[in-house]
């Protein structure tokens, strides 16, 4: 089949998608961490999370994997 994913590609995507997560997170994390003891770009991080998060929704809802 043209559009089958082999299991190897699907865990390939599935250990990326996670990496990628993961890096979001601590970015995340961080500028939250300067945002809350440093007073800096405190509105920036909050629209940052809201974002990422619309864009979580939006992929789930959505069912398209990440493509690269």
């Known amino acids: 089949m ?5 299991g190897a590609e699907r865990k390939t995507n599935v250990a ?3 990496s ?18 440093l007073h800096v ?3 920036l991080i909050h629209i940052l999370l ?4 619309v864009l979580i929704i ?3 809802l959505t ?3 990440a493509r690269v």
């Open 2 to 6: 043209h559009g089958a994913v082999s």
């Open 16 to 18: 990326g998608l996670a």
């Open 20 to 37: 990628l997560i993961w890096t979001l997170i601590v970015i995340l994390f961080v500028l939250w961490l300067l945002g809350f003891l």
């Open 41 to 43: 770009g405190g509105a």
């Open 50 to 53: 809201v974002v990422a998060v």
């Open 58 to 60: 939006v992929n789930l």
């Open 63 to 65: 069912g398209r994997g």
